[in-house]
């Protein structure tokens, strides 16, 4: 790829993480490469079961049975988290690598008092005492702006509304001044006013705090307004990634651009007339058994016979513009498993 | 073109709901989910209700059916007075009214099988033998986009699209005139979203239906909508033609909710004022204008006086204290 690998805070190459069940194994995440680099913000875009919450598990290696990374590699500042030991991946969950979820609710404990539990975090990685760490958690929660921080730290997280919890949550991740901010469906809970207070809290973490972020989202004015580049996902695979601008301007993969044509955008200048919205025809593939080649071929308008044989490559239609499909251009590979343009194959032999 | 008929009527519509509060329940104070609304719903129209949560827009869907008992109001559908006829009378009426839920799965019982699911309200009103009844499932079958063989299937071996398509199908069974469709995309992926936002179009042009559109989503609504109806915490701040609030938000509530939508496009220009505080609570909503707390423009008055719903331009309703004074 194109970018200057020194700038690269985490690159994930050919991840693959596979769930085995009962009816077979289920390829969450199936050979999914990008890169994210210093102080930048990746989207990671795609329907529900995609795979793009099991790829930011995978990244904090909690992935638990019946799944299990079966190959790939996750460089986080050149160091590979899958070869650590659990000692050292602890090190880096939380203190370098922070992640907010959809609810805060489920991550926060109820029995506790937001304060203690943001002192807490910052206890499991720092020496310090506790009175301290309870100064610096009303000092957090000042940096994401609750009023009356003081009183707050001693409510519970019931407490308080869906909007404060989301702020607790990110006062938490940041406690530790981390690289990387997981952000999984942020705003999703949230109504559409809170949602635009909670975004710019994030874009001002990031500005300030220098920090690389991932944020994983189904809702395309999100990435549109908050991301630098986007990967898009489809049924465990990425099917095209490239800056922000280029995805909404000139996508590339038809199920970028079918996604892109079936949300209803919003005008401030609406005209009298009904439309009908475009849609994709079918539904998400079930991922057990999923036949050889592009996912999407079931669903796509520009199908044809050479897509589903064998795994498609990335194409590069411009510089840091990847895609993935053969009526742009892209390689069948018939034997696979080299899906990642100009990187070594990674090949976990799973089951 | 449009019948100007009304076909719903609601006049100072209240429902309050007792919560108990304090360590043992003792104190009782009332949750003022609906505070005295007053709209019309015309023949055909799709009249969307939005607004954030505990605005109080799902507790009036459900009053609309009296799924839940308002407090106090009147309902007229078809000039008839819903809340004083009795029980059987009401689930008479239900033929012509019906909903469809944000949650597809949670609303179809799990042991049914769709054939069973659609075949209910059929049954419940004793509507033809069984063989007609049998019929008619197909037919609504095919007339929501789903193959017949579904009939036998259980809701689990479906999609959640496709579970909408079923709770659709159970809606439409009797023929119904009004559907209070709540959050009926929500749930749902955008490529699944926006095959069930057409079909509901279509069901609507060729059965002359009649939609409350309760949602948040304010791009689906522009989509869908005839009329907008902005609410916050329990009243109407806002009613107005879909073209005018979207072109001409006046309130500055409207505005602020308007603007706070993220836009699916990198060059937008975003000039967002962003909102102040949170959204307060409906047991105790802030005295005069229930937004002033969050409202960049509120004056003295907009603290200690409510601003009632008047009609700046024809078919245009605003409540606000500044709107008709040039202020904005």
Excluded at chain 2, 241 to 249: A, D, F
Aim: with cysteine; charged share 25%; aromatic share 6%.
């Amino acid at each position: 790829m194109s970018e200057d690998r020194r700038s690269h805070l985490l690159e994930v190459r050919n991840l693959k993480t596979y769930f085995f069940t009962r009816r077979g194994i289920v390829k969450a995440v199936d050979g999914v490469s990008f890169t994210i680099e210093r102080g930048r913000t990746l989207g990671l875009v795609g329907e529900s079961g995609c795979g793009k919450s099991v790829t930011s598990l995978s990244i904090l290696r909690l992935i638990s049975p019946p799944g299990r990374i079966v190959g790939g590699e996750i460089l986080f500042d050149g160091v590979d988290l899958l070869t650590l030991d659990e000692e050292a991946m602890r090190r880096h969950r939380g203190k370098k690598i922070a992640m907010i979820f959809q609810d805060p609710m489920t991550s926060l404990n109820p029995v506790y008092t937001v304060g203690y539990q943001i002192a807490e975090a910052i206890l499991a990685h720092h020496d310090i005492s506790k009175r301290e760490a309870w100064q610096r958690a009303v000092e957090l929660m000042r940096a994401v702006a609750i009023p009356d921080p003081e009183q707050r730290a001693r409510n519970y997280p019931h407490e308080l509304s869906g909007g404060m919890r989301q702020r607790i949550m990110i006062a938490m991740a940041i406690s530790c001044h981390p690289e990387l901010l997981i952000a999984d469906e942020p705003t999703t809970a949230l109504d559409v006013t809170i949602q635009a207070q909670i975004l710019e809290l994030l874009e001002h973490l990031r500005q300030t705090m220098n920090l690389s972020m991932l944020l994983i989202t189904h809702d395309l004015g999100v990435v549109a307004e908050t991301t630098d580049r986007v990967a898009v996902m489809y049924a465990g695979k990425l099917v095209e990634i490239a800056s922000t601008r280029d995805i909404f301007h000139d996508p590339q993969h038809p199920y970028t651009i079918g996604l892109l044509r079936c949300v209803p955008k919003m005008t401030t200048d609406p005209d009298g007339q009904r439309r009908r919205l475009e849609t994709i025809t079918g539904s998400v593939p079930d991922l057990v058994n999923l036949p050889p080649g592009c996912p999407f071929a079931p669903r796509c308008p520009e199908a044809h016979s050479a897509c589903r044989q064998g795994e498609i490559a990335f194409t590069e239609v411009r510089p840091g513009h990847l895609v993935r499909c053969v009526a742009r251009g892209s390689e069948v590979i018939s034997h696979p498993p080299n899906l990642a343009v100009g990187l070594e194959s990674q090949t976990g032999d799973g089951a | 073109m449009r019948n100007d008929e009304k076909l719903v009527e609601v006049i100072e519509l209240k429902k309050y709901f007792a919560v108990r509060r304090g360590l043992f329940g003792t104190r009782r104070q009332p949750v003022r989910a609906v505070d005295g609304i007053s709209f019309t719903i015309r023949r055909g129209e799709t009249f969307a209700l939005v607004g954030e949560s505990g605005c109080g827009k799902t507790t009036t869907g459900r009053c609309l059916l009296r799924l839940i008992e308002p407090t106090s109001g009147s309902i007229r559908f078809e000039g008839k007075d819903l809340l004083s006829l009795d029980r059987s009378e009401m689930r008479a009426m239900r033929r012509h009214m019906q909903i469809i839920f944000q949650d597809p799965y949670a609303a179809l019982d799990p042991r049914m099988t769709i054939g069973q699911i659609i075949e209910e309200p059929l049954q419940i009103h004793r509507w033809g033998t069984k063989a007609e009844r049998r019929e008619r499932v197909r037919e609504l079958l095919a007339e929501v986009g789903l193959d017949a063989e579904a009939i036998h299937r259980y809701p689990h071996e479906f999609s959640g699209g496709q579970r909408q398509r079923i709770g659709i199908a159970r809606a439409l069974a009797l023929n119904p005139t009004f559907i209070v469709a709540d959050e009926p995309v929500s749930a749902l992926d955008v490529s699944v979203q926006a095959q069930i936002i057409n079909l509901l179009q279509d069901l609507q042009d060729q059965h002359g239906l009649t939609y409350l559109f309760i949602s948040h989503d304010l791009a689906v609504v522009q989509h869908l909508a005839t009329r907008v109806g902005v609410m916050y915490l329990g009243k109407f701040v806002e009613i107005a033609p879909r073209s005018e609030i979207y072109r001409h938000p006046q309130h500055p509530y409207t505005q602020l909710l308007l603007s706070s939508v993220p836009v699916p496009d990198p060059d937008a220009r975003r000039e967002r004022e962003l909102p102040r505080g949170e959204i307060p609570t409906a047991l105790d909503p802030p005295p005069g204008c229930r937004f002033h707390t969050r409202c960049p423009y509120a004056l003295p008055e907009c603290r200690e006086q409510e601003p009632p719903l008047i009609e700046i331009e024809k078919h245009h309703w605003v409540a606000c204290h500044l709107v008709g004074h040039n202020q904005h």
